[in-house]
């Protein structure tokens, strides 16, 4: 490598065209202009401005809505077959989450299909076979990487093809709720496992969890989730229990589970609560009382729970069980701290064994702290970066109410879905979408032809562009998973990176044997339209991948002017240029073409990149 | 008003063209005489960095007390990975060369034991690091950043600043929280959302689309004008910096600030400090990597501003969300603690010292009987760099309830020098 590529050149892909394009630079006198002062007063109120939304053109219709808040985004016929579910929003909302809770119903043919010829090999490895082929013998310097290089980009072929929309974008939820960074040491080889045996419900209706735990997923219960994300090695490793023992603790687990995975820093007293900070509390589990709040008291004491709760990784080198297979086990006397233990006001006694990690495990999901942290996350990922309270109670009701059925998510969901704050349309434009969603969501409105696979130069590329987004899949290293507020995504760099991401997407393979993997042009073509100008391209497209449009239609609309605009302003007018109207008539082989001096097939893509890129693409 | 194009390309077309001498040359020229301003770089270390291996205690009681917490992963006084010796009663881990070089040239100063008032804290990585970077102690529920308050409330804003104030990571920081012209921008090279015949049109059109009063609104045009700078600069990472993430980071800043762009603050971070686990032993190790990145990145950045003459006009704070227990847990590592060392570097720094009041590792001197206790009010050094060389006075509005003494200062920037900048 040499110096060049590492140094940081600050000037643009433009520029650098421009210039091999053979502007002369011997001639140019430094003109170096006084920077610009920016368009921003510094001393105004930007400095207080609060997270808020772009306006929007105008509020989608329901469907619209429902598609976008727990799903990826309308493709195909998506709109008109939820359309077709019942006779009024309501009917057709109650179909819909019935049909996407029901999710082992809905044949998912596209994704089969794709799934079949892209060449995952990971898929159908158990834990242990993984845990042989990556972690103990891979079989190239790489090898300890494929498994979650397979799931990240399966990630993406299952969000953009899969019918199972709510399941997705819960998967999506879970795998950020429980998050591991996927690169480290005993996640990278067990990814697959992590996100198969962990997060996503068991597919085929054959449960490939261990009895008692078959409801162990998104879908299910919670409790039995969160112990076997306790028993993953990816979890034991990441947050260092798996040295965690009485001679040697470690809180690293201990306090992660408690603040992230359970009751939430939203329930922590401080690191010295005083009198009154912390107060007795009763459930029908624990008539008893415990502590709604926990302190640093209580982190100490899960830590020392959690002494001895490991992995057989070999025991090198601290001396454990010699077997090597990636399971869970739990190392007994020589390593647990068998001394009388307290926990949010209970008490056990010494000598108790692994029954009292068990009974920590209770506590913990049983607590209805823990319904109110998760139901908070829910709202927030469904609907907005500050939910209504009446909602977060609600659903954390249902949560804390179903905490011991096996289908408790189920049913949380269920609250969640139909709730009247759900169905509220005039909250649209909350959320900002996180880069993932956005690209996403993109590729199913504009019918991308992308199957994102193992070993693919394309699928590197989006990985690639993805990394410099923020939110390539697995890659937060921090355990509090992808930031849930547009406060974190409103960034140059993110919103820079995301819009190039999509740039690449649509003009990939453009004029070349392969496929395009945004069929842009044949989509342009199909419309058929009576007459191509920039007037009724920007109408088309909007109406297109937004797959709406308000009253009257897009034209008229402020949008649709700047993006007829853009369509109809000469690029280079002193030199080749034409000027057009908004009416001017574009030959639709020009469109196919791209040809001189106009470029019209550019400007079309061009037009595409701009939507995804508009209030009412990037929000929902 | 855009740069039409020909101009941009002859501006990009000449800066490739010529040398970087001469870059500045015209560059300074072209601004009103006077208007540098000053750049306050805020690096904050993401993990809770083991502080008390960083600026160890070298002698006497101290030292005794620190040997005894941490048998495996104590830094010796002498022989391998020995420290640096800083003032006899404190020495700097011997991976952080470079920091000492800057100390001996009276150029980096200590401050031992900073943290947020007692009780206040938190041992979550992520509420400690949110209550730093909002500055407000206690309270989570504060909707601006530190930094975005400061560049509200100063005086000391160059007035045609392009680039006010910036963060080098893929997303905005905290302390930045609030203000919607801080531009992010983690990579140079292709930083345009349509690399195609039409970037200009789609700029501009965009920049249409964007043009309310919504955050996001504000976050795109900044992200227009971002890109519409990129067209106008041209900055390389000299060779003298080594070649790491965080080098990268403050050579693209010192590049900026070499251009005049007006940066007034800078937000950098640098992870991997979480070190629950083997964090080396003897000085050496994976900490000791960390130390020597952070070190050697930190040297750089100072010698290069210095070498043009602008490392006056420049103050690095680095500071983390806690430190470390001070005594090493069973698997040779460190769990979240309390307080931790501040370093403030620069030209103007009074360094070659270090400040504060060292509490003492006693079982009975610690917080909880675990952990450093806080005996600066990370308030009071941000504060002392806000007035004395930012120039800054509102501390009230940058910290709310906090209450800044001119007296009770350490003059870490040599005393007041308000309105330094030049204005009335």
Known sequence: MTNQTRRKFLFSALGGATLASGASMASVIPEMPAFKKRAINLNSKEFTLADSQAAVTAIPPFANVVLNRMGFGPRGNDIADFNALGGNDDARLQAYVDQQLDWSSIADTELNTRLSQAGYTTLNKSLTQLWTDYRRDPTNSFGYYEPVEEIERLAFLRAVYSKRQLLEFLADFWHNHFNIYGRDTYAAPTWTSWDRDVIRPPVGGVSNRPSGFENGHLMGNFREMLELSAKHPAMIYYLDNYVNSKASPNENYAREIIELHTLGAINYAGPDPQPGDINTITTSDYPDGINDKYADADVYEAMRFLTGWNVKDGGNPYGKDEENTGEWYFVGSDWHDEGQKQLLGRHWPAFTGVSEVYDMLDLLAFHPGTARHIALKLCTRFLSDTPPQSLVDKVSQTFFDARHAPDQLEQTYRTLLLSDEFKDTSTWGAKLKRPFETVVSAMRACDADFTVRPDDSESRYLMYYMERTGQRPFYWRAPDGYPDKRSHWEGGASLVNTWRTLDWLVDENVGRNDPDLMPVTDIMEAANLAAYTPNSIAEFWLKYLLKWEPTGGWSGTTLHGILSAFMSTPWDSDTNGSFWGPDFPIPIEDIVENSWPNYWNERVRGLVKLIFATPEFMQR | ?424
């Open chain 2, 1 to 424: 008003m855009k740069l039409s194009r020909r101009k941009f390309i002859g501006g990009t077309a000449s800066l490739l063209a010529t040398a970087s001498g001469m870059q500045l040359g015209f560059v300074h020229a072209a601004l009103p005489k006077g208007s540098r301003g000053k750049t306050l770089v805020y690096l904050f270390l993401r993990g809770g960095y083991d502080g008390l291996n960083m600026v160890i205690p070298r002698t006497g009681t101290h030292r005794t007390e620190y040997e005894n917490k941490r048998e495996h992963i104590q830094v010796p006084v002498s022989g391998d990975n020995a420290m640096h010796n800083l003032n006899g009663a404190f020495g700097l881990h011997g991976s952080a060369s470079g920091m000492k070089a800057l100390y001996d040239a009276g150029k980096l100063a200590v401050v031992h034991a900073v943290g947020m008032p007692e009780g206040l804290g938190s041992r979550s990585h992520f509420d400690s690091q949110e209550m730093y970077e909002l500055g407000t102690p206690g309270d989570l529920s504060t909707t601006t950043g530190w930094l975005a308050r400061h560049m509200m409330s100063t005086p000391g804003l160059v007035e045609d600043a392009a680039i006010p104030s910036l963060s080098t990571n893929s997303s905005s920081p905290t302390s930045l929280l609030g203000d919607k012209t801080a531009m992010t921008l983690d990579s140079v090279s292709g930083f345009h959302p349509n690399g195609g015949r039409y970037g200009n049109e789609h700029l501009d059109a965009l920049a249409k689309i964007y043009n309310g009063n919504s955050s996001l609104d504000y976050a795109v045009k900044s992200s227009i004008d971002t890109i519409n700078m990129l067209q106008q600069i041209d900055v390389e990472v000299p060779d003298t910096y080594p070649d790491t993430s965080l080098a990268d980071d403050l050579g693209l800043l010192a590049g900026m600030i070499k251009m005049n762009v007006g940066l007034q603050v800078a937000a950098v971070d640098f992870g991997g400090w979480d070190t629950h686990n083997g964090q080396g032993d003897n000085g050496g190790g994976y900490y000791a990597t960390r130390v020597e990145i952070l070190s050697d990145a930190i040297a750089a950045f100072m010698d290069d501003l210095a070498s043009h003459g602008l490392d006056n006009d420049v103050v690095l704070v680095v500071q983390s969300e806690f430190g470390r227990r001070a005594r090493e847990n069973g698997n040779r590592g460190t769990d979240h603690g309390t307080a931790f060392p501040m370093f403030v570097v620069g030209g103007k720094v009074q360094g070659g010292k270090v400040y504060g009041t060292f509490p003492g590792v006693a079982d009975d001197d610690l917080y909880l009987n675990t952990d450093l206790k806080v005996t600066t009010d990370f308030r009071k050094v941000l504060s002392d760099v806000l007035v004395n060389f930012m120039g800054n006075p509102n501390v009230g509005t940058v910290f709310p309830g906090y209450t800044y003494s001119e007296s009770d200062s350490f003059g870490l920037t040599g005393g007041a020098e308000l309105f330094s900048n030049g204005f009335e």
